[in-house]
């Protein structure tokens, strides 16, 4: 359920299935503080620089099927994230609904790119050089962002646009998203309704 609470964007929002139990807890409005426990030492550290290089406050709590491998951890965590991600934004009166970055990290340049449109689109350009990046499956990068853009009903773009070590290239990634959909999500006053000649997002 969307709550309000001083101006602050916020979302909570808990699904269970037979393979995943995930709450997620979003503030759009926040300083970047984290709580994040998936059970994938790596994925946490990924989406704990999200929430900080966003300016998000964000809680994480998963408990899924890793006698499996990770994927459904991985996806539905990315599921529950944008569905967080879309009640929090609310009605987009008043926001940029697009964002972009391009963000260095050592050998890494990743370029991701929003649109907060509410019909869904996704793409991805990332080869990484190593199947594993700690005990994540590098693979199960794209399912999640896959996972986020669909749920959130955002269009999403992701291009590595360089790039040699497998750490640097999935840090980059989650980090130039961040800062892409923080400044999607930001207000800006001169808007007036939502930012479409459609009347409506």
Avoid: W
Avoid at 27 to 54: C, Y
Avoid at 91 to 107: N, V
Avoid at 137 to 142: A, E, K, N, P, T
Avoid at 165 to 188: C, I, P, Q, T, Y
């Amino acid at each position: 359920m969307e709550q309000e609470t001083g101006g602050c964007r916020q979302a909570s929002i808990t699904r269970t299935t037979k393979e995943t139990d995930i709450t997620v807890a979003l503030n759009l409005d926040g300083t970047g503080k984290s709580d994040i426990r998936t059970g994938i030492g790596f994925f946490d550290h990924m989406l704990e620089g999200f929430a900080r290089h966003g300016l998000f406050d964000l809680t994480v709590q998963v408990k899924g099927d890793l006698h499996v491998d990770g994927h459904h951890t991985v996806e539905d965590t990315g599921i529950v994230l944008g569905q967080a991600i879309a009640q929090a934004i609310g009605d987009k009166k008043g926001i940029r609904r697009y964002g972009f970055f391009i963000l260095p990290m050592d050998d890494a340049l990743a370029l991701s790119a929003v649109d907060l449109c509410g019909r869904p689109y996704f793409e991805f350009e990332c080869d990484f050089p190593t199947p594993m990046i700690g005990e994540l499956d590098s693979q199960l990068i794209r399912e999640f962002f896959y996972a986020v853009s669909y749920s959130a009903a955002m269009n999403l773009h992701l291009k590595m646009m360089s790039g040699l070590n497998s750490h640097h290239m999935a840090e980059a990634m989650f980090k130039a998203f961040a800062k892409a959909l923080d400044m999607a999500v930001g207000r800006d006053e001169r808007i007036d309704g939502v930012l479409s000649t459609k009347g409506s997002l």
